[in-house]
């Protein structure tokens, strides 16, 4: 059993290098856009996209997280690659669909989900998986025998770990059928997939692969699979050092696709869940130095932004740490100080923070500050919480 451990240590405040076109597009939104504002490169999104849908396994289909993203924009470009969707939510569903995704393209698991729920997802036709006993009694009573997955808790088949959201297998995490449940399911015929999510931000591809074949061991119980659903997790350090070793994986997870498909004796579908890793580094977020507060043993960089525009820093406070890079006068400083330096938001809120303790160069009044690895869970997750407006959105 794998006992790594799952969370890549960060190096607080790498500095973020910025690609020359990227720069030249900040600065000419910057001259008209005086408050906060995202960045994407549609490149690399697309990048991103071709790497997953060129694992060499059929059948397969890939579906992109939407809590990731859910900017209508970016799901054109995911779309126009050739990506599907995953989403969790009927407002999401409804975004998705307006973006041109329908039926089986769409991948929708949720919890608790009530009857008119699972109707609104019955009669759009996406794939869905569901969390629980009685919500699998209360889908059958619904809809007879349509098709449907499960949502499996392997954490009794491997040494479950936590990642920086905490478990999501195991007796610690409230999600899906535990193994006692899947078993008492034995021989049902209207199962049509399983389904895992392993954690999230996850490096270490022997961790996915012993979850993996840990959900193999489930397949005699339920004679009509159609497909294994991996769900996500795939990191991105937050140091910028390392990627994800995709190549590895792509090749790890074909060969253990097809030993599945040949102990079945049928093609199984392989489904993927890519949140983060699909348009993460694509994204920048763009603020402005407003205030700039000298203390004896550290510096604070005030700025137009507050973190409920920039979330991700608030919801994973001793994880989250996005290079920077600092503009003045149309140029990049790189001159690094030796001063602990903290990136506060704009409001009174005591836990208004951007990136605390990094190592960054000394800001000026003016001065624009550039956070990375902005373009998941960031947008997506802002919240009107403290009365600043959404960030606008441009894509490159």
Not at 180 to 192: A, F, T, V
Not at 209 to 214: D, I, K, N
Not at 332 to 357: A, E, H, K, M, P
Request: charged share 20%.
């Amino acid at each position: 059993m794998v006992k790594e451990e799952m969370i890549a240590t960060a190096i607080p405040g790498s500095l973020l290098q910025l690609e020359n076109r990227m720069l030249k597009k900040i600065l000419e939104i910057s001259e008209n856009e005086r408050g906060p504002f995202y960045v994407y490169r549609q490149e690399d999104i697309r990048e991103q996209c071709r790497k997953f849908l060129q694992i060499p396994y059929y059948p397969k289909s890939i579906h992109f997280a939407t809590m990731a993203n859910i900017n209508p924009d970016f799901l054109r470009i995911i779309r126009e690659e050739g990506m599907h969707v995953f989403v969790n939510s009927i407002p999401h569903l409804r975004a998705v669909q307006q973006a041109g995704f329908q039926g089986d393209e769409i991948v929708f698991t949720a919890s608790a989900m009530d009857e008119d729920s699972m109707g609104i997802v019955h009669e759009s036709g996406a794939s869905l998986n569901l969390d629980s006993i009685s919500q699998l009694r209360t889908w059958k009573r619904l809809f007879g025998d349509a098709p449907v997955g499960i949502r499996c808790n392997i954490g009794q088949l491997v040494d479950a770990q936590a990642t920086h959201a905490g478990y999501f297998i195991g007796k610690e995490s409230r999600l899906g059928f535990s193994g006692e449940e899947i078993r008492s399911l034995q021989g049902d015929r209207g199962i049509n997939g399983l389904h895992i999510y392993v954690g999230t931000d996850i490096q270490n591809i022997d961790y996915f692969l012993t979850c993996y074949r840990a959900l193999g061991t489930l397949l005699p119980y339920f004679p009509k699979l159609e497909y294994l659903n991996f769900g996500g997790g795939f990191g991105i350090d937050e140091s910028g050092r390392d990627a994800f070793p995709m190549a590895a994986y792509s090749r790890r997870v074909s060969q253990l696709m097809k030993e599945l498909s040949q102990k079945v004796g049928h093609p199984l579908r392989l489904v993927l869940e890519p949140g983060r890793i699909i348009g993460g580094k694509a994204g920048h977020f763009v603020s402005r130095v407003t205030d700039v507060k000298e203390r004896p043993d550290r510096t604070f960089i005030g700025v137009n932004a507050s973190s409920v525009q920039f979330p991700r820093p608030l919801f994973y406070p001793d994880i989250a740490r996005h290079p920077v890079a600092i503009v003045r006068q149309g140029k990049q400083v790189r001159n690094i100080s030796d001063i602990s330096t903290s990136v506060y938001g704009c409001s009174t809120y005591s836990r208004d923070f951007l990136l605390r303790d990094a190592r960054l160069p000394a800001a000026e009044i003016g001065d624009l500050l550039i956070l990375g690895n902005a373009g998941s869970y960031c947008t997506s997750a802002f919240t009107d919480f403290l009365g600043f407006s959404k960030p606008k959105e441009y894509f490159l």
